[in-house]
């Protein structure tokens, strides 16, 4: 009998050594859901440590209030790479712990017990109603703690209300806030006032609310936060912003004015007003806040608000007097940074900035066509310091590829046929992923309307940038989500040859944008020879052509309109070539004779053609003028497509092209004679070339990387 043999037990491993907790100098704590002044002022110390040389750790404390995302100035320092995010539970030591909103902690803070730190202060910035020694006591299992006031009326009445306190010697500075050149980065036609809401920010009644920001006052007024709902409905030319879409920096950033009037004296603006003094905007708030907000601000009644800012307004001695004593102010609100007894730096802070070049995420809708694609190539391709990333909801990776651009493909709503609500908040959600993933520290957006997912994406980022590349000659279409247009650092209108016949819905809104030349995505020296695009396309560059290209028949019936041109030009010894869309369906093979034409983009074939049937898009509207190729231009009437017709009707007008009503193909065998016929053909071409080759890619990609490409780096300070 065979005996098995027990196994000899393992020897015993020696524990692995415990990890030291990672070090920072400073950690602050917060409720970093929490949007506005709170999240405003975080961001403002995380920069001032960081450009101090000192590693910043950020604690999340949930609260009564918290939201499901960061808020957006806060997030955008993560994004930077100024602060990191850490659980405390896994261990973490700081040189000294600041803690910030401690109205909000209700509840002893289990989650710090991790923290290591030899000093804990509480910068405590308003005197509302919470019990202080509670959490002083809470707080001491931790470390020794100090309450920094931000005010000496808060001083007063922690002083006053809780003894056994121990208070800083000073108050606590504000950091000083970054000085930025230029106007108001935000696209608008009038003067933009606004407010920053929050518990007790407000004004207590819409009477009084209608007396500051009076309606027909020439100004558009904006709100990073609703109004309280039991005041009233406000009026509806007011414009309200999720908090957490827009980062407290994007929408001061936009402003021409501040305006504060709060129901609460004691809710404290101080990083708010200290930003806008700096960038020399103008605040408004009641004499009553003077003793804390010094000599910077224009102090007014509710009632003579509207008239202290129309002086301010119309008055340069006036307007230059108020910009000189708001910087000052300014200068008086912030003082000495790192905070007060600095230790020094444990270790080398997060850089301020990715290496290499900043990425801006590149955004295309689900169009009929490639246009939108078209267009966001043709600027990329001159971005020579910016690396652009293209997310397409146009099933066109593979063309953006061929450029040497990476791509990300999300379904469109179309596509998928979800509910948009849904949809959009998926799309939200993953493309706050891919700004996260990338980096990104801008979007620009070529599509019919930017949804709510996108602009609340880019602004939940804090620090990314938003720029539209909206369409003109809108014709009868309405522009979906046009009122978001105000959450754009920038709005670039591609030219239009036809802008005389442009009645659309965007005309009336033109000072908002920055208008260029026509957009092409190919300079007329990158088409491909006769000889070279016949031999791709099989043609024989001997005998006349003809392209046919009217789009992707999402809305029409193109199948009608080739069989009717097919035939007109039967026995005419013309080659013909159809195109054919990749995000259509594949035509029927109705005409075994002609060649399916599928690459992009198109336009590098069009030597070998003598003419084009063609529809009346953007793109190839300017692509026959640029390239000065005889058309027949048959154009899409649909009443969801850009104005197609308007077009058509000016390019005949001027000579540039025939215009054939698609409800009427009467004239369609005599227009194609026209074709056939070369001096007809010279003269068109003569036309169109004589016009100044577009350069709008490039002057689109100037601005785009004048506002969004610049990265996010440290920035210049007050000394």
């Not at 518990?199 to 007396?211: C, H, K, N, V, Y």
């Not at 230790?343 to 850089?351: H, I, L, T, V």
């Not at 006349?544 to 041109?565: E, K, M």
């Not at 001096?679 to 002057?699: E, H, I, S, T």
Request: contains cysteine.
């Amino acid at each position: 009998m065979t005996r098995r043999r027990k196994p000899l037990p393992e020897a015993p491993h020696a524990p692995e050594p415990r990890a030291a907790p990672p070090e920072y100098d400073v950690a602050i704590i917060a409720d970093m859901t929490v949007p506005g002044e709170t999240a405003f002022r975080i961001a403002g110390e995380v920069e001032a440590f960081a450009a101090a040389g000192r590693s910043v750790a950020l604690i999340h404390l949930r609260s009564a209030v918290s939201r499901p995302r960061i808020a957006p100035d806060v997030q955008g320092c993560v994004g930077a790479g100024l602060a990191d995010p850490v659980q405390p539970a896994e261990g973490v030591s700081a040189g000294r712990a600041i803690l910030h909103a401690p109205q909000l902690i209700d509840a002893p803070p289990a989650r710090l017990r991790g923290l290591r730190t030899p000093e804990l202060t509480v910068v405590a910035d308003r005197t509302a109603d919470y019990d202080a020694t509670a959490l002083d006591g809470w707080l001491r299992r931790i470390a020794p703690v100090v309450w920094a006031p931000t005010a000496a009326a808060v001083r007063t009445t922690l002083g006053a209300g809780h003894p056994g306190l121990v208070l800083s010697e000073g108050d606590w500075p504000l950091a000083a806030p970054p000085v930025e050149t230029g106007a108001p980065g935000r696209a608008s036609a009038r003067l933009v006032i606004g407010q920053v809401g929050g518990q007790g920010a407000f004004p207590s009644s819409l009477e009084e609310m209608r007396t500051i920001y009076p309606p027909g006052g020439g100004y558009e007024v904006r709100f990073l936060g609703a109004p309280p709902a039991g005041i009233g409905r406000p009026p509806d030319d007011w414009r309200t912003i999720e908090p957490g879409d827009m980062s407290v920096a994007q929408f001061l950033r936009r402003l021409d004015a501040l305006l504060h009037y709060p129901a609460d004296p004691n809710v404290p603006v101080d990083a708010i007003v200290a930003w806008c003094l700096a960038n020399g905007r103008p605040v408004l708030m009641e004499p009553a806040l003077r003793s804390r907000y010094g000599s910077g601000p224009l102090y007014a009644e509710p009632g003579e608000a509207a008239e202290a800012l129309r002086r301010y307004v119309v008055d340069p001695v006036i307007r230059t007097a108020t910009e000189r004593a708001a910087r000052a102010g300014a200068r008086r609100m912030t003082g000495a940074w790192p905070a007060t007894n600095e230790p020094a730096p444990r270790r080398a802070a997060p850089k301020a900035a990715p290496a290499g070049k900043p990425r801006i995420l590149f955004v295309t809708s689900n169009g009929t066509g490639l246009g939108h694609v078209s267009r966001l190539l043709a600027i990329a391709r001159h971005l020579d310091h910016v690396e652009p990333v293209f997310v397409t909801m146009a099933q066109a990776a593979a063309s953006i590829e061929a450029f040497g651009f990476t791509a990300e493909y999300l379904p469109s709503q179309q596509y998928t046929g979800t509910d948009p609500r849904l949809w959009d908040g998926w799309f939200r959600a993953e493309l706050e992923f891919l700004i996260d993933v990338y980096n990104a520290v801008g979007v620009v957006y070529d599509g019919n309307g930017p949804s709510p997912g996108l602009v609340g994406a880019a602004g939940a980022r804090g620090r990314c940038g938003l720029a539209w590349i909206r369409g003109g000659m809108a014709g009868r279409a309405t522009v979906p989500h046009i009122a978001n247009s105000l959450h754009f650092d920038l709005i670039v209108e591609p030219g239009e040859a036809a802008t005389g016949e442009d009645f659309g819905e965007t005309v009336r809104r033109r000072g908002e944008v920055e208008l260029v030349e026509p957009i092409l995505l190919l300079d007329p020296s990158e088409l491909l020879s006769r000889k070279e695009a016949a031999k791709a396309l099989g043609l024989d560059p001997k005998r006349p052509a003809a392209l046919i290209q009217l789009g992707t028949g999402s809305n029409r019936d193109v199948v009608t309109l080739i069989d009717r041109i097919v035939a007109g030009l039967a026995g005419s010894g013309t080659q013909l070539a159809i195109a054919e869309w990749s995000s259509a369906a594949a035509l029927p093979p109705l005409w075994p004779d002609a060649v399916i034409v599928s690459g992009h983009p198109l336009a590098q074939y069009y030597r070998a053609f003598d003419f084009t049937i063609a529809a009346a898009g953007y793109n190839t509207f300017h692509e026959i003028i640029a390239y000065g190729m005889p058309a027949i231009l048959v154009a899409n009437g649909h009443e969801a497509m850009d104005d197609q017709l308007a077009r058509a009707r000016y390019a005949e007008a001027n000579e540039l092209a025939l215009a054939l009503d698609e409800r009427d193909l009467t004239e369609l065998p005599q227009m194609l004679k026209v074709m056939l016929s070369e001096p007809a053909r010279a003269f068109l071409r003569d036309n169109c070339l004589r016009r100044a080759a577009p350069k709008g890619a490039a002057a689109a990609a100037r601005l785009i990387r004048e506002r969004l490409g610049r990265g996010a780096p440290l920035v210049r300070r007050h000394a």
